[in-house]
């Protein structure tokens, strides 16, 4: 692993005041799960070779987290596995504990004498209370350090933003400090005194207590080495088509890395920084990193400084007003949850993006939109539908419970980031999308019928 003297500190932050001390370096591995590009891995690293100690790797397996089925356990498993692989080969062991990650990792840090633990970011409130208890507990020092974004989420902006207008300036304004190559893996750090088996992730998969009726996919292969593949596969031959047709379903012009970055099986400043020297036009790649960078910090931006973004109260005044106004309007249809997930509504275009996320754990961006507007239409009330839509979003996705699914149905349903639009029934002044706008942007039938004919499709 690299010596780490590229890190720029500003990536880490400490969560409490002690000391380091002597004893194993800990990382503890949550949100980051891979080998390459990862800052809080080379951070761990360079304090265990500054204090000439060993390093550790912890994966805390919670009870439950967020109601996560099968599927997801499954692609993340798989992706552990070769994370696990490449840090033994580094010399690093990997340790799986079981339970609450904040009381099980103090337990943890307390028996082996830890010098200081090192974690990597996320601003979703159960880990963020988890670490705020460990940060407490814990008898060595804590450090965070964000991983997962360009521009760490505590420097990008002070407060929330309002929308991409606002905080795209303090982005820009920082990315060239921020958007760098990854130092290269170097020698392993201090040979550890841990002796412990490999993971034994099948029997670990199999004794999970989850729901195991939404089942793994095969349509996209997990781990850091198929996300690598994915990247310089979208790079080399589809972003020139990104800027012109990423809204259409149909043209199979966008990444389909998100599942990849949810898990942090690959680095999102990896990708920008490949996209940004890539051949494809400035167009082209200015449009992706958009997406990539600006679109998904404002994102990382809105969880993190509103703890309550999952609720209907997160949205901005003037959405919860025009909302509550259009709220007894009559609807043309009422579906209960139930009907959403079985894909039972009177739209054939709704059931197809239904069925596709049910069936692949993936749905193409645009589709995301008019699927979580129609839900606002065809619920009891807003608050209702942003229920729905959250619960369906996060059960089926592979890229669910993440920011930028809890900013996306905010933003669809509850004018988050967005602005006014002109009222209409039981939207008020939601932006609104209807059928026969997607049918002017792309040919509908031809979605259904590829849905419907394979459910299970590959991205591009
Ligand atoms: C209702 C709704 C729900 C959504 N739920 C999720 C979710 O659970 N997880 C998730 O990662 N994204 C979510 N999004 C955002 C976006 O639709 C997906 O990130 C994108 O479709 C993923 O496909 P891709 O990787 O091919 O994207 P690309 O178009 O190739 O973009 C590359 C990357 O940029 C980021 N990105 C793209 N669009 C957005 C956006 N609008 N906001 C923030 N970041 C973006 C993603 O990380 C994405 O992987 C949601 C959007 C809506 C409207």
Redesign the pocket.
């Known amino acids: 692993m690299n010596s780490g003297n590229e890190i720029d500190q500003r990536r880490a932050r400490r969560l409490n005041l002690r000391q380091d001390q002597k004893g194993p370096v800990i990382y503890w591995m949550s949100r980051d799960q891979r080998f390459q590009n990862n800052w809080a891995l080379l951070f761990a690293c360079q304090k265990a070779r500054l204090l000439r100690q060993p390093l550790e790797v912890v994966f805390t397996l919670a009870p439950s987290f967020l109601g996560a089925p099968l599927r997801h356990y499954d692609f993340m498993f798989k992706g552990l596995i070769e994370v696990e692989r490449s840090l033994r080969d580094s010399g690093i062991p990997l340790i799986v504990l079981h339970g609450d990650p904040d009381s099980t990792l103090q337990a943890y840090a307390e028996e082996r004498q830890t010098g200081l633990v090192v974690s990597d970011f996320s601003p979703l409130t159960p880990v963020r209370q988890w670490k705020r208890n460990l940060a407490a507990s814990l008898s060595c020092a804590l450090y965070e350090v964000d991983a997962h974004n360009i521009v760490p989420c505590w420097l990008a902006a002070p407060k929330q933003e309002y929308a991409a207008r606002t905080i795209r300036p303090r982005l820009d304004a920082l990315r060239k400090s921020f958007l760098t190559p990854f130092p290269q893996p170097e020698a392993p750090c201090q040979p550890g005194t841990l002796s412990c088996p490999p993971v034994d992730w099948n029997a670990l998969l199999e004794k999970l207590e989850v729901d195991r009726s939404v089942k793994p996919v095969s349509g996209i292969a997990p781990g850091e080495a198929a996300a690598e593949l994915r990247l310089r596969k979208?790079l080399d031959s589809v972003i020139d088509r990104?800027a012109n047709e990423?809204n259409d379903p149909n043209a199979g012009?966008?990444?389909?890395?998100?599942?990849?970055?949810?898990f942090g099986q690959l680095s999102?400043q990896h990708?920008a920084y490949e996209a940004s020297r890539c051949e494809a036009s400035q167009a082209n790649r200015e449009a992706?990193i958009e997406?990539?960078?600006i679109?998904?910090?404002?994102?990382e931006n809105f969880c993190f400084y509103n703890e309550r973004y999952d609720v209907f109260d997160t949205f901005p005044d003037w959405a919860k007003a025009t909302l509550m106004e259009h709220a007894a309007d009559q609807r043309d249809y009422l579906y209960t949850p139930e009907e959403f997930e079985a894909a039972k509504t009177n739209d054939p275009l709704w059931n197809a993006a239904q069925q596709s996320l049910v069936e692949s754990g993936?749905?193409?961006?645009?589709m995301?939109?008019y699927?979580?507007?129609k839900i606002l239409e065809w619920s009891q009330s807003p608050a209702a539908a942003f229920d729905t839509?959250l619960w369906l979003?996060?059960r089926y996705?592979l890229?669910?419970?993440?920011?930028?699914?809890?900013?996306?149905?905010a933003?669809?349903?509850g004018g988050l980031h967005d602005r006014p639009w002109s009222e209409r029934p039981v939207y008020g002044k939601i932006r609104y999308m209807n059928a026969s706008g997607c049918a002017r942007k792309f040919d509908v039938n031809r979605y259904i019928t590829s849905v419907t004919n394979a459910p299970q499709p590959t991205?591009f």
């Open positions: 979208f990104y990423r012009a966008v990444s389909g890395l998100s599942p990849y970055l949810h999102a990708a992706f997406e990539l960078f679109r998904r910090e404002l994102a993936v749905m193409h961006g645009y995301r939109m699927w979580a507007k839509a979003n996060d996705a890229d669910g419970r993440d920011p930028n699914g809890y900013a996306g149905v933003w669809s349903i991205l």
